[in-house]
């Protein structure tokens, strides 16, 4: 295979800097939650592309997108390249976006070589991987990999109480087509780093072996309302202490695994009724653990779960466990990440071996189907914030790589 084939670099910024136009957030980054106005202003500009370059474009029954440029075998599985258009409240100009607008620009550029291949290419964005408005994260993969239902999706709330598929009906994405239950022959996903370990060592392409197990859990706190002024301290059942003791709790058993490179995190707040003057009588307090190793992670949550009754007794509250979820407990394709190896190796581009500490969509789909992501520098680590950046020139040799592997696989 030639070693010469790049991508269109000032295209595929000018398709990032659309993307950024849409949903910008105070200081420039991007506020584009999964399901509202701007996402469907970016879901039609990403059909619009699709269009533009007589991709045919499927939507399927939770509002995953997929664009399909055909193969001369087209009965054979296809690849796929994937991430997802949806940002955190204060979400960065790249995280995810970069992944789906590379995926475009590789089907461009075999466009423009005129370059046929055996297996159809299909580029994927997928509905609601950040869980910035419907957790868990990674929902609509989650279900297309089998592991839970479509109605278990479209029966998910955000927090002002509005159902996934009264969501996903209100901007017009409500598919067609099935939710998964398709054989794919690869999926490959390029994402920035969304930590500092390529930028500080000046390594363009991470290839990522696995991920960092990881823990979710929404923790209820049943407690009652009453007067903050004439209610004594000893009948009072304060949800919000009982919530307040369990994060603290969470934030001592991070610290006391920090050493392992382990985070233990307390994320979210919501109360009710949330008013001065009122005692809160619930709490749903969402909480996040990840560890290097499951055994680390396994510890932590035995930890937590011995600090719950303490902190019910000591809150006169009643605490649960009300929702627990996980992942990052697999590894990538072997063969894939020989394929990454082999390429960046041939086409003379300097490589890290990582794993991921952030959830990604690969990870649902690595456990139905060959699997394999490639990161490539932020600047500073900075993510999850307005502030995440990104060099083009960096940024392109594993744009380059993901083309030359996904060229080579689709002519399997």
């Given at each position: 295979?030639?070693?010469?084939?790049?991508?269109?670099?000032?295209?595929?910024?000018?398709?990032?800097?659309?993307?950024?136009?849409?949903?910008?957030?105070?200081?420039?980054?991007?506020?584009?939650?999964?399901?509202?106005?701007?996402?469907?202003?970016?879901?039609?500009?990403?059909?619009?592309?699709?269009?533009?370059?007589?991709?045919?474009?499927?939507?399927?029954?939770?509002?995953?997108?997929?664009?399909?440029?055909?193969?001369?075998?087209?009965?054979?599985?296809?690849?796929?390249?994937?991430?997802?258009?949806?940002?955190?409240?204060?979400?960065?100009?790249?995280?995810?976006?970069?992944?789906?607008?590379?995926?475009?620009?590789?089907l461009r550029?075999?466009?423009?070589?005129?370059?046929?291949?055996?297996?159809?290419?299909?580029?994927?964005?997928?509905?609601?991987?950040?869980?910035?408005?419907?957790?868990?994260?990674?929902?609509?993969?989650?279900?297309?990999?089998?592991?839970?239902?479509?109605?278990?999706?479209?029966?998910?709330?955000?927090?002002?109480?509005?159902?996934?598929?009264?969501?996903?009906?209100?901007?017009?994405?409500?598919?067609?087509?099935?939710?998964?239950?398709?054989?794919?022959?690869?999926?490959?996903?390029?994402?920035?780093?969304?930590?500092?370990?390529?930028?500080?060592?000046?390594?363009?392409?991470?290839?990522?072996?696995?991920?960092?197990?990881?823990?979710?859990?929404?923790?209820?706190?049943?407690?009652?309302?009453?007067?903050?002024?004439?209610?004594?301290?000893?009948?009072?059942?304060?949800?919000?202490?009982?919530?307040?003791?369990?994060?603290?709790?969470?934030?001592?058993?991070?610290?006391?695994?920090?050493?392992?490179?382990?985070?233990?995190?307390?994320?979210?707040?919501?109360?009710?009724?949330?008013?001065?003057?009122?005692?809160?009588?619930?709490?749903?307090?969402?909480?996040?653990?990840?560890?290097?190793?499951?055994?680390?992670?396994e510890t932590?949550?035995?930890?937590?779960?011995?600090?719950?009754?303490?902190?019910?007794?000591?809150?006169?509250?009643?605490?649960?466990?009300?929702?627990?979820?996980?992942?990052?407990?697999?590894?990538?394709?072997?063969?894939?990440?020989?394929?990454?190896?082999?390429?960046?190796?041939?086409?003379?581009?300097?490589?890290?071996?990582?794993?991921?500490?952030?959830?990604?969509?690969?990870?649902?789909?690595?456990?139905?189907?060959?699997?394999?992501?490639?990161?490539?520098?932020?600047?500073g680590g900075?993510?999850?914030?307005?502030?995440?950046?990104?060099?083009?020139?960096?940024?392109?040799?594993?744009?380059?790589?993901?083309?030359?592997?996904?060229?080579?696989?689709?002519?399997?």
């Open positions: 295979m030639p070693t010469n084939l790049s991508v269109n670099g000032s295209r595929l910024w000018d398709t990032l800097m659309v993307s950024a136009s849409i949903g910008t957030g105070p200081r420039g980054g991007l506020r584009r939650l999964t399901l509202t106005e701007p996402d469907r202003l970016m879901r039609d500009q990403l059909g619009a592309w699709a269009r533009e370059g007589g991709y045919a474009l499927t939507v399927d029954r939770l509002g995953s997108m997929t664009l399909r440029r055909p193969g001369t075998a087209p009965d054979l599985p296809p690849v796929l390249i994937g991430s997802h258009l949806d940002t955190q409240w204060a979400g960065g100009r790249f995280d995810g976006i970069l992944g789906v607008l590379a995926g475009l620009e590789v550029t075999l466009d423009d070589l005129g370059i046929a291949t055996k297996r159809s290419i299909e580029v994927v964005n997928w509905t609601n991987e950040e869980g910035a408005r419907f957790s868990p994260p990674m929902l609509c993969s989650l279900a297309w990999s089998g592991q839970q239902t479509p109605e278990w999706v479209e029966g998910r709330v955000d927090r002002d109480g509005t159902r996934f598929s009264d969501a996903l009906a209100a901007i017009g994405y409500r598919g067609p087509e099935p939710v998964g239950g398709r054989t794919i022959d690869a999926y490959f996903e390029l994402h920035i780093e969304q930590g500092p370990a390529l930028d500080a060592a000046g390594v363009p392409v991470g290839i990522v072996t696995g991920g960092y197990p990881s823990c979710g859990m929404r923790i209820a706190v049943d407690g009652e309302t009453a007067h903050t002024g004439p209610t004594p301290m000893a009948e009072r059942r304060n949800a919000l202490v009982g919530a307040a003791m369990v994060a603290v709790a969470v934030n001592e058993i991070g610290w006391a695994h920090a050493d392992t490179d382990a985070k233990a995190t307390a994320a979210r707040l919501d109360l009710v009724p949330n008013l001065p003057g009122t005692l809160s009588e619930y709490a749903e307090l969402f909480i996040d653990m990840r560890a290097p190793a499951l055994e680390t992670l932590m949550k035995a930890s937590l779960h011995a600090a719950l009754p303490d902190c019910a007794a000591r809150s006169r509250t009643a605490i649960r466990v009300a929702e627990e979820w996980g992942f990052g407990v697999f590894s990538f394709d072997d063969g894939l990440i020989g394929l990454l190896r082999e390429t960046a190796g041939r086409l003379n581009v300097p490589t890290m071996d990582l794993r991921s500490q952030a959830g990604h969509d690969a990870y649902h789909v690595a456990r139905v189907a060959p699997a394999c992501m490639i990161f490539t520098p932020c600047r900075i993510t999850h914030n307005e502030a995440e950046d990104i060099a083009l020139d960096a940024t392109l040799p594993g744009v380059t790589v993901l083309l030359h592997a996904v060229l080579a696989r689709a002519n399997r």
